[in-house]
């Protein structure tokens, strides 16, 4: 069934990039629904979390990039990856890419579910076993995957090292120390290209439905968050 058919059930928000016109502007309702619709660009299976923009400015596919972040208030620069796998194998390069952080971790939730899509809730939890953290990720996959209002942090501050699952189902890294994710992503077999461009750095739109909202909020119960 496709996106537009579950409108009922469904939430959709977009995310346009600063300036200009939306792709989407002026199409026709059949047109939205077919490019919706489109699940594979080659190779690459997008999850349900999001669709690229109508104009494709970015086509979806695999692999990595090295990248930094920059802290607006302390202007720190951290080294950065970001890294994009076909829905097929995402879920499992995900929960690998945790084993560097080591046996306990820290947990952040991220939540825009009812938010306009620049803003989303942070929800806390600190000390928790890695292993039981990767078991209980397991029996969520499905609405971790494919709600676009979810996204999950695990990081420990120790070391310092995070790996993020975000909105857009990307994966990025940050750490001062990014060989062992590096070695992860090469096990996985992703190549990286300095020119790869992700979903997120053009006009793109996220879904979630209701049944995703709920897991969530049973996800928040049972690693016990709390909400910033």
Same mark, same amino acid.
């Given at each position: 069934?496709?996106?537009?058919?579950?409108?009922?059930?469904?939430?959709?928000?977009?995310?346009?990039?600063?300036?200009?016109?939306?792709?989407?502007?002026?199409?026709?309702?059949?047109?939205?629904?077919?490019?919706?619709?489109?699940?594979?660009?080659?190779?690459?299976?997008?999850?349900?979390?999001?669709?690229?923009?109508?104009?494709?400015?970015?086509?979806?596919?695999?692999?990595?990039?090295?990248?930094?972040?920059?802290?607006?208030?302390?202007?720190?620069?951290?080294?950065?990856?970001?890294?994009?796998?076909?829905?097929?194998?995402?879920?499992?390069? =995900?929960? $690998?890419? &945790?084993?560097?952080? /080591?046996?306990?971790?820290?947990?952040? #939730?991220?939540?825009?579910? +009812?938010?306009? *899509?620049?803003?989303?809730?942070?929800?806390?939890?600190?000390?928790?076993?890695?292993?039981?953290?990767?078991?209980?990720?397991?029996?969520?996959?499905?609405?971790?995957?494919?709600?676009?209002?979810?996204?999950?942090?695990?990081?420990?501050?120790?070391?310092?090292?995070?790996?993020?699952?975000?909105?857009?189902?990307?994966?990025?890294?940050?750490?001062?120390?990014?060989?062992? =994710?590096? $070695?992860? &992503?090469?096990?996985? /077999?992703?190549?990286?290209?300095?020119? #790869?461009?992700?979903?997120? +750095?053009?006009? *793109?739109?996220?879904?979630?439905?209701?049944?995703?909202?709920?897991?969530?909020?049973?996800?928040?119960?049972?690693?016990?968050?709390?909400?910033?």
């Amino acid at each position: 069934m496709g996106y537009l058919k579950r409108r009922d059930r469904n939430s959709y928000r977009d995310a346009a990039p600063t300036g200009g016109i939306s792709s989407f502007k002026g199409i026709t309702e059949r047109q939205l629904e077919e490019h919706l619709n489109v699940a594979r660009y080659g190779s690459f299976l997008l999850t349900e979390a999001v669709r690229p923009a109508f104009d494709l400015a970015v086509v979806p596919s695999a692999g990595w990039r090295h990248n930094v972040y920059e802290d607006a208030e302390t202007g720190i620069k951290v080294p950065v990856i970001m890294a994009a796998q076909t829905r097929e194998k995402l879920f499992d390069l =995900f929960l $690998d890419l &945790l084993d560097p952080l /080591g046996a306990e971790v820290d947990i952040v #939730l991220e939540t825009s579910h +009812e938010l306009d *899509h620049e803003f989303h809730h942070d929800l806390y939890r600190e000390a928790f076993e890695l292993p039981i953290l990767q078991s209980m990720l397991l029996d969520y996959e499905e609405m971790l995957l494919n709600d676009g209002c979810t996204g999950i942090a695990v990081l420990n501050p120790r070391i310092p090292m995070e790996v993020q699952f975000d909105e857009h189902k990307q994966l990025i890294m940050y750490g001062h120390d990014l060989e062992p =994710f590096i $070695d992860v &992503l090469h096990h996985h /077999g992703l190549q990286e290209s300095e020119t #790869l461009r992700f979903i997120s +750095e053009a006009e *793109h739109i996220h879904s979630s439905t209701d049944e995703h909202a709920e897991l969530f909020q049973d996800l928040t119960y049972q690693l016990g968050v709390e909400q910033d």
